[in-house]
Every structure is written in structure tokens, then in C-alpha cells.
């Protein structure tokens, strides 16, 4: 370094200024570009840093919607099971959805599997 500051300065008193504020400008213009070299140093790995920041978070991202996803489609496929047993004339789930909203038991032996497998409430025989 101390090389190319003489030679920078050898250069400049060749313009006519004195020894002493030529080797000052040389010695000033190497800071500054060694400070210049150091900024973009620091910048150059904030910036990659910040990056891989991003990837980072976008990659979490994307694993939490493909976890979610995964969750709906769970739950879509539970509440197809429910309503393919629901309308399956040997299932109990269609009498049991009718006893939780009817009014009286015997309103929903209409419901009632032919396979006698369900639990009937009282009330509910007089009406089969």
C-alpha cells in the first residue's frame, strides 16, 4: 500500500505541487477508496444476508401452506366420509342427525336402518 501511495504521489509532484500535499492527496485518495471497499464489503453482506433472510421465510411460508392445505383437504375428506355415511340407508348417522333437532324421538323413525343396529330412543317403537 505505502508503494502505491509513492507512487501516486511521485505522480502528483510531477504537476507541480510540493512533496508534502502530494503525498497528503495520495495518502487521503487511498483511505477513501479503502473505505469505499470496505462499504461495499459491509453492504455486499447485508444484502446477502437479507436474502437469505427472505428465502428463508418464504420458505417457511410455503411449508405452512402446504401444511394447511394438507389440514383441508383431511377435513374435507372426513366431512365426504360424513355425508356418504349420513345418506348410506344402512347407517345410523342419518337417525342420529334427526334426533339432535327433532322434537319428539318418534319423528325420525323414518331414519332408522332396516338392520336393527342402532341404539333407538324411547318414545320411538310405538311408531314403527
Not at 57 to 79: F, H, P, S
Not at 83 to 90: E, G, I, L, T
Amino acid at each position: 500500500m505505502f508503494g502505491i501511495a509513492a507512487g501516486i504521489a511521485l505522480k502528483l509532484m510531477e504537476t507541480g505541487l510540493g512533496p508534502k500535499a502530494a503525498k497528503a492527496i495520495a495518502w487521503i485518495g487511498l483511505l477513501a477508496v479503502a473505505g469505499l471497499l470496505i462499504w461495499g464489503a459491509i453492504w455486499w453482506f447485508t444484502d446477502t444476508v437479507d436474502d437469505a433472510r427472505d428465502e428463508g421465510v418464504k420458505a417457511g411460508v410455503t411449508t405452512e401452506r402446504v401444511e394447511a392445505q394438507g389440514k383441508v383437504i383431511e377435513n374435507v375428506e372426513a366431512a365426504n366420509e360424513t355425508r356418504a355415511a349420513a345418506n348410506d340407508p344402512r347407517s345410523c348417522v342419518a337417525y342420529n342427525e334427526c334426533l339432535r333437532s327433532a322434537r319428539t324421538a318418534a319423528n325420525c323413525v323414518r331414519y332408522l336402518p332396516d338392520n336393527e343396529g342402532c341404539p333407538i330412543q324411547p318414545g320411538t317403537l310405538s311408531g314403527r
